[in-house]
């Protein structure tokens, strides 16, 4: 069955550089997440997207934005990047939104800011 | 702060004994999905548990939902080495498009 993929899988980046993140639900997804996790932590909730409309916000920098487009990919970018921002991005995807079905995760990017 | 919480934050086991993870949340929910996290690697879906249900069975697995103590657990029974991973709970409150996530139990299983 297909899953979610995301790209890239890792990503080395400098201080103030800017970075592109991106998301390929799972056909018939309509819901994207964008989650950030480092080490030793649980992941974070970032963003998420309905129908390519922006549904909800958590704890999302203001240097970081995100979009869904027509195909329902997604992509976060991420500028003026910090050594904090230095961790595993997690995309998921569902049905529904909040419906609530079963959110399926990408096998994440690991982001490494030097 | 709508974080769940997880307890233990740690569990160390014997090979074919059996490991309870709880969870607890804030507020109403809509559903509540497990999931297992090997170490730096993806997030597997486990379970999910709506809000109207109190318990599901997937294998080895058991997850009970109380909410009337904005709680749940998740049993794995005859537990093996392969089980090892940190487990996560997370929460779809009621209303929202976001998951919250539990503070995670990391589980270690001695062959």
């Known amino acids: 069955a297909a899953g979610v993929i995301q790209s890239p899988r890792h990503l080395i980046k400098e201080k103030r550089e800017t970075a592109t993140l991106k998301c390929y639900p799972i056909?018939?997804?309509?819901?994207v997440y964008w989650y950030q996790q480092g080490p030793g932590q649980d992941p974070q909730f970032l963003i998420s997207f309905y129908e390519k409309m922006q549904s909800d916000k958590g704890s999302i920098p203001d240097r970081f934005s995100a979009q869904q487009f027509s195909d329902y990919h997604s992509e976060l970018n991420m500028s003026s990047l910090e050594l904090g921002d230095s961790a595993l991005y997690f995309c998921a995807s569902s049905l529904g939104g909040h419906r609530g079905e079963t959110q399926y995760f990408g096998p994440g990017t690991r982001l490494l800011v030097l | 702060s709508q974080q769940g919480e997880e307890d233990p934050q740690a569990l160390s086991i014997q090979e074919g004994e059996n490991a309870t993870m709880n969870c607890s949340y804030k507020?109403?929910?809509?559903?509540l999905q497990w999931y297992r996290q090997n170490s730096g690697r993806g997030l597997v879906h486990l379970i999910l548990i709506r809000s109207n249900e109190r318990e599901k069975h997937s294998g080895r697995l058991r997850v009970t939902l109380d909410t009337s103590k904005k709680s749940s657990s998740l049993l794995i029974t005859a537990s093996r080495a392969a089980d090892t991973a940190s487990y996560f709970c997370a929460m779809l409150y009621s209303g929202t498009y976001k998951y919250i996530f539990g503070t995670g139990t990391r589980l270690k299983v001695l062959a």
């Open positions: 507020t109403s929910i809509n559903n």
């Open positions: 056909p018939r997804h309509d819901t």
